[in-house]
């Protein structure tokens, strides 16, 4: 039987991802959380002076929508301003990294699909 599944945020752990600094990830919708097979949704929070390390992901496109704050993304070295409701479009092989500036932390929603593996 094929089922619609709730996840509340308040019921997950954090982690920080390998490669992240100062960073509290969820993964709301992933293999561990849902047994998902071809979506990865999570919601990150990187601190002032945290970032996402300069990263690779071979096979899954990848999207980071930012929620609040002001962050620096940068893909196969070009560099990006995200602000609240801003998207961004990260193709599969392209090195990527996002950090805060402005002094306040980001909030954002990371989606991998497929997921990562």
Not at 67 to 79: D, H, L, P, R
Not at 92 to 97: I, L
Not at 104 to 115: D, K, N, T
Request: hydrophobic fraction near 35%.
């Amino acid at each position: 039987m094929i089922e619609g599944r709730l996840i509340r945020l308040s019921d997950l752990q954090p982690t920080c991802p390998p490669d992240h600094k100062d960073t509290h990830s969820y993964e709301i919708i992933s293999r561990n959380t849902v047994g998902a097979k071809h979506i990865e949704f999570l919601l990150s929070e990187v601190q002032p002076g945290g970032e996402a390390e300069e990263n690779i992901h071979l096979s899954s496109e990848h999207a980071y929508f930012m929620i609040s704050g002001v962050g620096e993304a940068k893909v196969e070295g070009k560099t990006f301003t995200l602000h609240p409701e801003d998207c961004l479009f990260i193709p599969p092989g392209a090195k990527h990294s996002i950090k805060p500036i402005g002094g306040e932390g980001i909030r954002l929603i990371v989606i991998f699909a497929p997921p990562k593996e």
